[in-house]
């Protein structure tokens, strides 16, 4: 054991002497003297210096970040509340599969639109018959629509008391079926008869009354 104390105080002695410094311990710093116990013949004695893990350098730098936006991202799409039906203009299609007093003893069902009601009755006349005229499709679910072929704008709407006067313009088109000219003149006057007040509806179209240019077909 005197050997082995000899050889470590001369090895230490060798490194200081040649200038080359001593790797750290890694672990924890000993606090207690090794003891004589002997050690296993067939195992060399640990040195005091451990065989160093493998070396970690310094990860080369990353890419350089983008600079951050000057303007901040827009915020998400907030979604719109429901109207109720009191709330939304309503459009009327026809439905073939239930009796009524409309079109050829059929029913009217509304739809509600995502336009709230205004108290401006011509503007929400407006949009309600809008909603309808730009609608080229004959059916919208269980729904039909009689004045799909039709290709007719709403150019103004005049209120005047209880009469409120509507005029279109474009062009009327027949359809084969008979029953739609009727159909259509009942879906546009109930969409209009939901607002209140109105008690007479005349409806032109290109100045001449919806009547008269559909007989004419």
């Excluded at 309808?132 to 919208?140: K, M, R």
């Excluded at 007719?152 to 359809?175: C, M, P, Q, R």
């Amino acid at each position: 054991m005197k050997n082995i104390s000899f050889v470590i105080v001369l090895v230490t002695l060798v490194f200081y002497g040649t200038g080359c410094s001593v790797l750290p311990l890694l672990g924890p710093t000993p606090t207690a003297t090794p003891t004589e116990t002997p050690l296993p013949s067939p195992t060399p004695p640990p040195t005091n210096t451990p065989e160093p893990t493998t070396t970690f350098t310094q990860p080369p730098p990353t890419d350089t970040l983008p600079p951050p936006p000057t303007e901040p991202p827009p915020a998400p799409a907030q979604p719109t509340a429901t109207l109720s039906v009191d709330q939304a203009v309503l459009v009327y299609y026809i439905n073939k599969n239930e009796k009524g007093p409309f079109g050829c003893g059929e029913a009217l069902w509304y739809i509600k639109t995502h336009f709230p009601k205004t108290g401006n009755i011509p503007v929400d006349v407006t949009n309600a018959l809008k909603t309808i005229l730009t609608y080229h499709s004959d059916t919208i679910g269980i729904l039909y629509h009689p004045g799909y072929a039709s290709n007719l704008a709403v150019k103004n709407v005049e209120l005047n008391g209880g009469e409120i006067k509507v005029y279109l313009s474009g062009e009327y088109v027949k359809t084969k079926d008979p029953c739609d000219a009727a159909r259509f003149k009942d879906q546009l006057r109930y969409t209009i008869k939901q607002f209140p007040g109105i008690t007479t509806i005349i409806i032109y179209i290109n100045g001449f009354p919806i009547g008269d240019v559909m007989s004419r077909k």
